[in-house]
Each structure stands twice: as C-alpha cells, then as structure tokens.
C-alpha cells in the first residue's frame, strides 16, 4: 500500500479527480483522515533534532490553491484553519508534487507511515439494477452472436468440404484414376480440344465465386466476413508502405559510365571479328535451326558414310572401274623408261615476313595525375573532378554528404584550343581559320601500386603531395632514407591548401608548386586551378613531349 504523499503526487500528475470529505482525504479506493501526517518535513531555521511534518490537509490545500500568490493562500488557508505550507519549502513541494523532480531532500523514508482505510464497494441504488441488467442482456446478444458466427463458419466448411468434385466424361478430375481412365474413356482429340477450350476461358475471365457460393456466402447472411473485413482493414492502416516501384528505380550519387565504355569497348570487339569466324558462326546458326530429319532404311549413308568411311577416304557410291583407274594412276609401270632429268634450277628465294597472329597493343599516351587517397588531404577522388575540370573547389566531405559515392579512378576532360596546342609545341597552325577544339582525356588515381604496371609509370606526369612521406611508400625511385625527392624529377608535385592554413614542414622541403584555395570566396577557385594546368604544360612540354596535353 502506497503512503498518502505518494498517493496525492501520482494523482496530481494523472490529473484524477481527490475527493475530499468533512473528515477524510479520498484516494479511489483508499482513504485517509486529514490530520495524518506524511513523511515530508518542516523547514526550520534553528539546529533543533526534533522533526516536523505535513499533514495531508496541508499538501492539498496547496494543490487547490497554488494559482493565488503565497500571502493570499495563507490568509485562506489561516481562514480554513489548516496548516500552512512554508514559503522556503513551496518550490521544492510542488516540483515534486507536479512530477518535475523524482525525489527531494525534505522526504524523510525513516518516518513511521500510517497505513489508509481500504474502501467497501457502495451499496447499490435502485437505478443500478437496471443497468446491470441491461449490460447482461448486451452481453448475452455478444455471446449469441459470436456463437452464430462460429456456426455460420462451421456450415461453411462442411458445405465445401462436400462440395462434388469436377467430373468429365463421368470421371472425376479429383480422384487417383484420372490418368489411367481418362485415356480410355476419351479420344486424344477430344482431351486435347477440351484443354484448349478450358485454356481460353481462363484466360478471358477473372476467376472469381461461383453463383452457388455467392448466395450461400452472403454479406447480410454472414456477420463474420464483416468482422474479418474490420480487422484486415486495421492492419491494413497500419502499414507503411518503405520503397515502391517508382522511389527504387531513383539511384542517389550513382553514375553509369562504366557501364557505358563495357559496352564501347564490346562493340568494338564484334566489329573487329574476321569475316570468316562470323560467316562460320552464321551457318552454324543454320544448321541447328534445321530440323531433325525422320530416319529411312532406304538412307543409310546419310547416317554412316561420313563417320565410318572417314579414315579411309572410301567413296561408298562408285564401282570397280574407277578403283582400278586409280590405282593405276598410283602404281609406276614396271618397264624401264629412260628419261632424261632436266639440270636442276637455282630458285632464289625471298624471305617473306611473317605476320604476327595478334596485332601488338597500341601503348596508351594518355597522362597520369596521383591524388592522396587519405580524406585528412583538401583533394581526392571525391572533388578532383569539380577543381581541375570544372575549376570549383569542393570539400571531400560535402561531397560525401551529398551521397557521392568513392570510384576507384576517375578520369576528367580538359577542352584546349587546337591552334594554342600547336604553337606549343612549335608546330604550324592549321591552315583553317577557324578555332577547332580538341578534349584530352586525364585519368586520376590514388593507389597507383594496385592500379598501375611497371610501364605505366612512364605516363604519371602529377601528384599531388599531402604532406607526410609515407604518402610515398613503396614508390619506385625512393632514395636509401625514404625521400621522394628524385620521385619529383620524374613529375610535377603539388599541394593543396587553405590560405590561412600554415604549411607544412616538409613541403617546405621538397620541390612541390604550392596551391592555395580560400574557405569562402569560392571566386578564385579558377585562378588555382589555371596554375595547376600551366605549371603541368611546361612540365610534359619539357620532359615528356610524346603524351598528349
């Protein structure tokens, strides 16, 4: 049994009805005099041992009384002759009475509690015993009810349970003889037409009740379909439709190029095929196409000619005379023939070359640019494509925000001016006037020990530098002590980084073309990027001049 402050607190916070009589504090089932004292204590200012405490009158006179100021309460409360509750303790109080605080420092849990009066049920009034025999009779109706729908169920079952079972010919379709009368009762024919026709009708009609069921199975006959309905239409609502066919086709962050060049590279392929292979592949198409032909004792050799006669070369269709012609033919006469050999010519010969099986693979000229593959660096495969082909600077981390899913390489388009590309390399401009465009393809990576071969390395013409030097492990070209710097003479290195960002210490070191981008003024993102492309020309102009930029 719960003691009254707890009682009063768990009332007041599910806002239930206390009623309050001359003598007693009611509690639903448990009542309590006014006067008895709960187990929190009266603040006082003095060191004095002995305790105080509140009694229940006083606590829920505060509750009726907690929307008028304190002076007034205690002039009502001075009025009603009931205990006032202290101003020092009146915030504590209704903070744990309202529920805000689970406990306070003033319950004394020592404290001896007195235990409330259990209620008796109140005696009956004249009015009661028409209700209660109202609700027997509501409650009788339920029970007849439910039992009628039981057997509304039961007939149901047993109506198809003793259904007859199709029948055909006078054989029925649901028993085990089907397959060894039906033949005998009935042609081939007339099975086969009576399939097609039932074939038909399934396909023009919508299988649904039979009349018979439809009248015997009736929505004013059979409450329970009713009931049944209300619970699958609750269920129904409370289902919650995740992904449909319309929001699974939407791809967030995917791109299909790979798909794309599969398909290129495969159509360049079949057109590559020689001409024979693809005629050979034709009439072997054609020949599976024909159908068997029926067997003939009349035509043997169709079948055997060429399997047993192979070896041998024996042509089973001609006769004596041409074997004899041609052995002739094969055999040297046995008289002597005196013949005069002619002197033996000196026939100069040419070697001819001879051709390769496999044409030789065309090396690529396509240039290489190494990013760091660390997430710490400013550029990665995530925004390498929007600063160096689009000249916008974005974070790695937007870009994963934004559902940007990691490639394993990625490979950018850079647009330049056909006449700019001559005059770079020191050729003559076209003899058009007009400016033609040409796109060179770059292809970015960042682990270039799984993703490139020995000769491959030859193409890498960039890398942009992150900072430590275990960015560089396992690099070819390492000096004994771990330093990239001859891997620098070999491409152009560069770094990335805010300008108010100080540089690191070992960039400071190497030879590497510093790169700066401003955290706002997304502006002068161009102008880093322009730099990039121009300290890169100059390099592959001076150093490696048979790759295309």
């Known amino acids: ?71 007034i309460y205690v002039q009502k409360a001075a009025a009603a002759k009931v205990p ?63 039992s009628q729908i039981l057997q509304e169920k039961t007939a149901l079952a047993a109506r198809y349970a003793t259904r007859p079972d199709p029948v055909i010919g006078g054989i029925s379709l649901t028993s085990g003889d089907v397959g060894s009368s039906l033949s005998e009762a009935m042609s081939v024919e007339t099975i086969a037409a009576i399939k097609a026709k039932r074939f038909a009708k399934k396909r023009s009609t919508i299988r649904g009740v039979p009349e018979e069921d439809m009248e015997a199975v009736s929505l004013e006959n059979r409450a329970f379909i009713e009931s049944e309905i209300d619970v699958t239409r609750d269920i129904i609502s409370k289902e919650r439709i995740l992904r449909n066919r319309n929001n699974i086709l939407q791809s967030v962050g995917r791109t299909f190029t790979n798909i794309l060049s599969i398909s290129i590279v495969k159509s360049r392929a079949d057109t590559s095929k020689p001409a024979h292979t693809t005629a050979a592949s034709h009439t072997e198409d054609k020949t599976k196409q024909l159908p068997p032909k029926s067997y003939s004792r009349y035509d043997q050799e169709r ?80 925004n390498v494509r929007e600063f160096l082909q689009d000249n916008r600077f974005i974070t790695a981390q937007d870009q994963q925000a934004q559902g940007y899913r990691k490639q394993s390489e990625v490979t950018i388009s850079r647009k330049r001016d056909l006449v700019e590309i001559n005059l770079l390399r020191g050729h003559a401009a076209p003899a058009t006037g007009e400016n033609q465009v040409v796109t060179i393809p770059y292809r970015i990576i960042d682990c270039p020990l799984q993703r490139l071969e020995h000769k491959d390395w030859e193409r890498v013409v960039a890398v942009f530098v992150a900072g430590p030097s275990w960015q560089f492990k396992g690099w070819p070209g390492l000096t004994p002590d771990g330093s990239p710097v001859n891997i620098f003479t070999k491409m152009q290195a560069f770094h990335l980084k805010f300008e108010e960002v100080p540089l690191e210490k070992n960039i400071t070191k190497w030879d590497v073309s510093v790169l700066t981008v401003s955290k706002n003024k997304r502006h002068l993102d161009s102008v880093s990027a322009l730099k990039f492309w121009e300290h890169l020309d100059k390099f592959i102009l001076k150093n490696k001049r048979h790759l295309r930029f």
């Open 1 to 71: 049994m719960a003691d009254p402050l707890t009682l009063l607190r768990q009332f007041n916070i599910n806002k239930r009805d206390v009623t309050e009589t001359n003598e007693q504090i009611i509690f639903g089932e448990f009542s309590y005099l006014k006067n008895v004292k709960t187990n929190y204590m009266v603040y006082k200012a003095g060191e004095s041992n002995a305790k105080d405490y509140y009694t229940l009158e006083a606590l829920h006179f505060l509750l009726k009384n907690v929307s008028i100021p304190h002076p």
């Open 84 to 146: 006032v509750v202290n101003r020092v303790d009146r915030k504590a109080l209704l903070a744990y009475l309202n529920g805000d605080t689970d406990t306070s420092a003033s319950i004394d849990k020592s404290a001896p509690l007195e235990l409330g009066a259990s209620r008796a049920a109140p005696s009956k009034r004249p009015g009661d015993h028409v209700e209660s025999q109202d609700f027997k009779k509501a409650k009788i109706e339920a029970s007849h009810k439910e």
């Open 303 to 382: 079948f055997r000619g060429e399997k047993e006669t192979e070896e041998f070369k024996i042509d089973t269709l001609g006769g004596f005379a041409s074997m004899k012609k041609s052995s002739s033919a094969a055999t040297p006469s046995r008289t002597p023939q005196h013949t005069k050999t002619p002197p033996r010519q000196q026939v100069s010969r040419v070697p001819v070359p001879v051709k390769p099986n496999k044409a030789q693979k065309r090396e690529s000229k396509t240039p290489i640019v190494i990013v760091p593959s660390s997430l710490s660096s400013l550029i990665t495969l995530y």
